[in-house]
């Protein structure tokens, strides 16, 4: 066994860099990246000399393949020592902290919930001491716990945290897009590999040190590998070693210690075994740190052979290399890695998914209890977050099924959450391989090759035409019983074809089937197909039902969500469960249901806009649509595209708002996509209001939807009904712009949802044909509790209100409500509507000043509002969705701009604000 060198040869640049990484103040991220071997780990482990020097504690983690996809795996390491500063946490954050370690089976919070609890810790952590945080071969990291880091690492500044991160530069990793600062490891200098090498094993034979410079080319591992491997053999170790010539480095070293292995006797392999399977750490990483793991006993030769080295802290052997690890499970045999596997299985018998993997590389022939136990461990993953580890197990809990039948319904719900993780490719391989040869369709090939269609390609007729036909031989079949899960997504998969054809001869077939299928059909499904199909007809009550499903939100699948989530954008109601999709989106996009990820981001999007939260929209929209763009996904493309454009037509951003609109409409309308067409036609009445051109926005306006009634299955004919009033008045066309008011009001539609209710008292108010009857409409309009959180919309009502009140009682009685809907518009950044609104005023009589580039943002005026009236940070951040930290910066930009230096001064800065506006 080699005895440990501190003194690295060489390295004056990075020994340089590192030293000034741990002296410089404050906190600060690093990543090391570099070739396997390449002397990542000695740098780590000088860096923590180093630290120690300066008082820092030390917190060591590695990543292990074995655990890349069990979500919080790396985390738990990280997080592990800090345990005793839980109990100074508020008890959201530990709560949080209880679903990383396994204490509960709470829902799994988002990065950027658990990303600021952590950051919380580590403050409470480094209070008396600063921390080194040393986290080797991270690209193993688990997807959460790479983001949660990198989330954390970019926020350190100011703290006395460090983070420092080793990365293999051959494999990729979700450090590779953290933005933390990189310092790039080379291979050593030809001079400083001869030291190195002279250090190490003096007297070599000349020809062995010539090969071995030659063949490790500056790597130090092989550098110090090689030689062993050589000594004592010299013509027949350069025969082994030349044979291997053109294979890459590390299966050169493999093949290195594969020799040492086969020399052990067979209980130390069998130990060696097992550690590695149970992704035993390799390098100095402290077990508490890695929580519970296979130790290694009686495994002295394997130390004394170069294989392992002994942990300082717990006296427990750990593998010298990551190499070592592989190489052990390389050399043995099948069977001896199915009994390694079942030993480990009894180790785990608490813990589902651990357990799972063992049990499922341990099992050879059909098994049913332990295919169950797999499929427990599916559904924890998928509600961890760990979509492509449900999909795996699933998969061998197909194999080991007894039965055909489930067999086949596990096939399918791999298939199922594949398509949900944008893996159209794998979906299909799952399907198929689930047919039997000449046999017919099943519930699970049908759905997964509709997803197919829909996602992918926008088929939505063709997906369309497969669902009906196979919930019409469910309906023929006969046998009354209730409908299995596969069954089930048909259903559900039938609602969102019908959706996006925005067809209302194809919902009503849906209708006329799902009322032949009876009580097979769930009511949760009953109520996607009221709220998506016409919340004009059918949306009184959906509310209710909406509530209720949402109680059982921690046991709801990602795709749940997110068809609850559609739900709620229908009926506006989308702000109270925002959180939910922010918490699970960040979780889900990496590892976990990517489709429904991309769902997730658009109805975020959606309420973002709605409450007038518009450059956040832009960058959700962006994210949506590069996510979707990434995995190939054309119908979430356009779908971010048609709502990218309705931000840019309300912001007055014309040209691209067309641009976008010309390409959604032109991708959709030839697929008969008529929900993409509709949002397209909307983006066109928005941009065509913006600029005063009320002659286009009322022929796009009656495109979607006749004045004086609501196009059956058209969402958008309701959402557009001020557009169409207000177009019609201005263009004469007062009947149809009275009748249609009218028509809104006999629709019931201010019992379906807080918008269309101002919508509709907005409408009826602008079309009155008495003053009395308008004032009255205006008051129920200002009345709606929820009505502010429409702001454009009470925005634009202000401002008709006051252009009528203008020309009617004169220029003194409009200005209140001219300057509310002014000031409203330039938050917002409404600047065509602000101008129209500015106008407005002057010709009442008022002075009115330009807004200043240093004018407080919509999103600053809302919480500078709310900070005035005596929330806390932490309560703004939950009436907003924002996290507390994100308030504090708000208002730390709100403060110079208001010229005030504290937090008691708001209130009479925005009331000399308003003071100033009424000039």
Not at 9 to 22: C, D, K, M, N, Q
Request: aromatic residues 6%.
């Amino acid at each position: 066994m080699h005895a440990p060198v501190n003194a690295l040869v060489g390295r004056e640049a990075e020994r340089a860099a590192l030293s000034s990484f741990v002296t410089a103040p404050g906190g600060r991220s690093l990543v090391l990246k570099g070739e396997v071997g390449v002397g990542k780990s000695a740098l780590l482990e000088h860096l923590t000399e180093l630290a120690g020097q300066e008082n820092h504690r030390v917190i060591r983690a590695v990543g292990v393949d074995a655990e890349s996809d069990f979500p919080f795996a790396g985390l738990h390491q990280v997080l592990y020592p800090l345990l005793p500063h839980l109990d100074r946490l508020e008890t959201s954050h530990r709560a949080l902290f209880d679903v990383v370690f396994g204490r509960n089976a709470g829902a799994p919070p988002s990065v950027m919930t658990l990303a600021i609890a952590v950051l919380d810790l580590l403050a409470l952590a480094s209070s008396q001491q600063p921390l080194l945080l040393v986290v080797d071969d991270g690209q193993w990291f688990d997807g959460v716990s790479a983001e949660v880091c990198g989330f954390v690492g970019r926020r350190l500044t100011g703290s006395s945290v460090r983070l420092v991160v080793g990365l293999r530069s051959d494999v990729p990793s979700l450090f590779d897009t953290a933005a933390l600062p990189e310092l790039h490891v080379t291979t050593l200098s030809e001079e400083d590999a001869q030291r190195l090498l002279d250090l190490r094993h003096p007297r070599l034979d000349p020809r062995i040190r010539r090969i071995v410079l030659d063949e490790a080319q500056g790597n130090p591992l092989a550098l110090l590998e090689l030689p062993p491997f050589l000594a004592g053999r010299p013509l027949h170790g350069v025969e082994e070693l030349l044979s291997h010539h053109g294979v890459p480095l590390p299966g050169r070293l493999e093949y290195v210690y594969g020799t040492r292995i086969e020399a052990l006797g067979r209980p130390v392999r069998t130990e060696l075994l097992r550690g590695a399977l149970d992704g035993v750490g390799a390098g100095k990483a402290p077990d508490a740190a890695r929580g519970s793991r296979y130790r290694m006993v009686d495994a002295d030769e394997a130390a004394f052979s170069g294989l392992l080295d002994i942990d300082p802290m717990t006296g427990h052997f750990v593998f010298r290399h990551p190499l070592v690890r592989s190489t052990v499970v390389q050399k043995a045999t099948p069977n001896e890695r199915r009994e390694a596997h079942a030993v480990l299985a009894r180790e785990y018998r608490d813990d589902v998914e651990r357990r799972a993997t063992h049990l499922a590389a341990s099992t050879i022939d059909p098994d049913e209890q332990v295919a169950a136990e797999l499929d427990a461990a599916a559904r924890s993953a998928t509600r961890r977050g760990g979509a492509l580890a449900a999909i795996a197990w699933l998969t061998r809990a197909a194999e080991l099924s007894e039965t055909p039948g489930e067999r086949s319904r596990r096939l399918g719900d791999a298939a199922f959450i594949a398509g949900q993780a944008a893996l159209p490719d794998r979906a299909q391989w799952l399907v198929h391989a689930d047919l039997a040869p000449g046999g017919g369709s099943t519930p699970a090939s049908v759905a997964a090759s509709a997803y197919v269609a829909l996602y992918r390609d926008g088929e939505v007729r063709s997906a369309h035409r497969q669902v009906v036909t196979a919930l019409e031989a469910l309906r023929d079949d006969g046998t009354g019983l209730p409908a299995d899960e596969a069954e089930v997504r048909l259903v559900n998969l039938l609602m969102v074809t019908c959706q996006y054809a925005a067809d209302a001869d194809a919902w009503q077939r849906a209708r006329a089937l799902l009322d032949a299928l009876g009580d097979r059909v769930p009511a949760q499904s009953l109520l996607f197909r009221d709220a998506w199909s016409d919340v004009v007809r059918h949306g009184a009550g959906a509310r209710a039902r909406l509530d209720r499903a949402f109680t059982e939100l921690a046991h709801l699948n990602p795709w749940d969500l997110v068809r609850l989530g559609v739900t709620a954008y229908h009926l506006d109601v989308l702000s109270p469960y925002r959180t939910h999709l922010q918490r699970a989106v960040d979780r889900e996009a990496g590892a976990g249901a990517t489709a429904s990820a991309m769902t997730m981001l658009h109805l975020i999007m959606l309420d973002q806009l709605a409450v007038g939260e518009w450059e956040e929209a832009e960058r959700t929209g962006l994210r949506g649509l590069e996510l979707a763009t990434q995995h190939d996904h054309a119908l979430f493309a356009h779908h971010s595209r048609a709502y990218l454009g309705q931000v840019a037509a309300l912001r007055g951003q014309l040209e691209r708002a067309r641009e976008l609109q010309a390409a959604v409409d032109s991708w959709a309308r030839p697929r008969g996509v008529g929900f993409l067409s509709q949002i397209a036609d909307a983006v066109g009445i928005t941009a065509a209001l913006s600029e005063g051109d009320y002659e286009a926005a009322y022929l796009y306006a009656i495109g979607i939807t006749t004045p004086g009634s609501f196009e059956p299955c058209a969402h958008q004919a309701s959402r557009t009904l001020l557009d169409l009033v207000e177009a019609a008045l201005h263009t004469g066309r007062t009947e149809e712009a009275r009748r249609h008011a009218r028509a809104a009001l006999d629709a019931g539609l201010p019992d379906v949802s807080p918008r269309l209710a101002l919508l509709t008292y907005g409408a009826l108010s602008l079309t009155a044909e008495q003053e009395q009857e308008a004032a009255a409409w205006y008051a129920r309009a200002e009345s709606l509790t929820e009505g502010v959180g429409f702001p454009f919309e009470l925005a634009r009502i202000r401002l008709a209100r006051g252009v009528r009140l203008r020309h009617a009682q004169g220029p003194k009685a409009a200005r209140q409500a001219l300057l509310r809907a002014a000031e409203s518009f330039e938050q917002l950044g409404a600047d065509a509507w602000a101008d129209r609104a500015r106008a407005e005023l002057r010709a009442s009589g008022m002075a009115t000043r330009s807004p200043s580039a240093t004018a407080l943002t919509w999103q600053e005026h809302r919480i500078a509002g709310l900070a005035a009236s005596g929330l806390t940070n932490k309560e703004i951040g939950e009436r907003m969705h924002l996290s507390p930290r994100t308030v504090s910066s708000h208002l730390y930009r709100v403060f110079p701009k208001l010229g005030i230096t504290t937090r008691a001064a708001l209130r009479d800065a925005l009331g000399d604000t308003a003071e100033a506006s009424h000039g």
